[in-house]
């Protein structure tokens, strides 16, 4: 195909779906040239051109915004689940421990190292069928009024008594 600007020979193939009988280099010059050819002679054209760049540097502003946003919103989310988790925990521990919470077995007071036990062991099995770790045994306890069989210990007394009643599931013996 022949291209009616520069009168070269082109494959039509390149054409890439216009109607245009230019060759692709004729067409590029023309795009790169063209608004700036019209923001020279036309005055209309330069403010509506403008006025695009505004809209388009705005919509950038929205999005930096709306980043900004969400990832307050999600650090917010965040610290709240945490506290409702917190909570929901000294709530289940200090009615196991009636009142304060603390370690059934040597009395340590720390929360950071308390959890719950099962009584009669099972702990693994019961968590598997729950489908989840620590969150999720606090909130079926509240969600089941507190079964008896549950106690609090200490992370210490816990592996204790894990190793005396030889719980551990890695190391048999």
Known sequence: MLCSKCHTEFEEQLKKKRDSKWCPECWKKYRTNYHKERMLNDEA?????????????????????????????????????????????????????????TCNKCGFIDIRALSIDHINSGGTKHRKELGGAGQSIY???????YPK???????????????????????KG
Request: aromatic share 12%; proline share 1%; hydrophobic share 20%.
């Open 149 to 171: 069989e549950y106690q609090v210990l200490c992370m210490n007394c816990q592996f204790i008594k894990r190793h005396e009643n030889n719980e551990c599931s890695k190391r």
């Open 139 to 145: 909130k079926w306890l509240q969600d089941n009024s």
């Open 45 to 101: 054209y330069c403010l509506k051109y403008k006025n695009y760049q505004k809209k388009y540097s705005k919509k950038d502003k929205v999005k930096q915004k709306r980043k900004i946003y969400e990832k307050l919103y999600y650090q917010s989310r965040a610290i709240q689940s945490k506290n409702r988790n917190d909570n929901r925990k000294l709530e289940v521990l200090t009615h196991y421990s009636d009142g304060l919470p």
